[in-house]
């Protein structure tokens, strides 16, 4: 099955400056690469995705970008605020070995702190 | 109002005595699935489900069953609970496995 590793696993950020958060992944038919941002106290939520076919996706100040090559896609916030604040995973579509079915394979998870 | 919903939303339970956790959708999605979350572990998934009848073993599914007798429904059973089953859980839904996923707002298990 696939495997998703994801660093740094801490982050601390001034507020307005940029954080980066990269992931990689092992399974080269991955074609679904989504990023999930966790309140304290909240579910996850899904902020932005990028497909195998597009390089690189953005949405106001969060963008992810994704080298199938290296098997490697990174989630990029730019002028950073407080209420950035949460932990963030990434994950990657698979499935397991002698299964049809398909899945997601999460990240170890982000804590980003952004401080004022 | 599009949803994932969960109960019991916290639960302190003892060994051995069987619970379940239910987890119900509106949003008429075929894919749903269990995740636990422990300090420094993320999230890792119990059990998926692609649709009604059809359900299969995420990395940690010991200990836990599932059932997909209904499109909205996916409750998650522990049969015989144990203090190593203390966790976060969380169900979600989405439309297929390459599309978002929608999170329940988790249910806090403690098992003495």
């Known amino acids: 099955g696939e495997n998703v590793e994801q660093h740094p696993s801490t982050l601390s950020v001034q507020e307005g400056d940029s954080a980066v958060i990269k992931c990689t992944y092992s399974d080269s038919a991955s074609n679904y690469f989504p990023w999930y941002k966790q309140e304290l106290g909240k579910g996850p939520q899904l902020i932005i995705d990028i497909r195998s076919n597009v390089g690189e996706k953005k949405d106001q100040r969060i963008a992810v970008t994704l080298n199938k090559t290296a098997k490697h896609f990174s989630l990029h916030i730019t002028e950073t605020q407080p209420e950035d604040s949460a932990v963030y995973f990434c994950a990657a579509s698979g499935s397991d070995r002698g299964s049809t079915l398909g899945r997601l394979y999460f990240g170890r998870g982000t804590q980003l702190t952004v401080w004022p | 109002e599009a949803q994932v919903t969960q109960n019991p939303r916290y639960l302190i339970t003892v060994t051995g005595k069987k619970l379940t956790v239910t987890c119900s959708q509106n949003?008429?999605?075929?894919?749903m699935s269990w995740y636990r979350q422990d300090p420094g572990l993320g999230l890792r998934q119990i059990y998926y489900s692609m649709n009604v009848e059809v359900t299969d073993k995420g990395d940690v599914p010991e200990g836990y069953k599932v059932s997909r007798k209904e499109k909205r429904n996916f409750p998650l059973i522990l049969e015989s609970p144990s203090p190593n089953q203390t966790s976060l859980y969380f169900c979600?839904?989405?439309?297929?496995?390459?599309?978002?996923?929608?999170f329940g707002p988790g249910t806090r298990l403690t098992v003495l």
């Open positions: 949003m008429n999605h075929e894919y």
């Open positions: 979600a839904s989405s439309l297929a496995t390459d599309n978002e996923q929608f």
